[in-house]
Nanobody, 114 residues
Framework: QVQFVESGGGLVQPGGSLRLSCAASGSFFRISGMGWYRQAPGKERELVASIGRIGITSYADSVKGRFTISRDNTKNSMYLQMNSLKPEDTAVYYC????????WGQGTQVTVSS
């Protein structure tokens, strides 16, 4: 059974940093491109960062230069280092495959506010 567990969210001031973690169960992880998504209130879920099987990364323009995605295939885990956070980064963050998404986890709330 596929399962994603996201963690590391919280309340942070503008300009602050957070590191999100994703633990995935299932043999698909090592052979899949993976991504971090976010969904803000009243908006559609969007892909903000992705990483291929061998580590090639891609970012949405809105987070480029501020967020860094990484993965550890030995731990079936993925991470998102978020720096220089802005109020518009406030959202629930999810991990999943970068395409052909599977069942979604609970996500982790990130709130950027002073």
């Amino acid at each position: 059974q596929v399962q994603f567990v996201e963690s590391g969210g919280g309340l942070v001031q503008p300009g602050g940093s957070l590191r999100l973690s994703c633990a995935a169960s299932g043999s698909f992880f090592r052979i899949s491109g993976m991504g971090w998504y976010r969904q803000a209130p009243g908006k559609e879920r969007e892909l903000v960062a992705s990483i291929g099987r061998i580590g090639i990364t891609s970012y949405a323009d809105s987070v480029k230069g501020r967020f860094t995605i990484s993965r550890d295939n030995t731990k079936n885990s993925m991470y998102l280092q978020m720096n220089s956070l802005k109020p518009e980064d406030t959202a629930v963050y999810y991990c999943n495959r970068a395409s052909a998404t599977l069942a979604w986890g609970q996500g982790t709330q990130v709130t950027v506010s002073s």
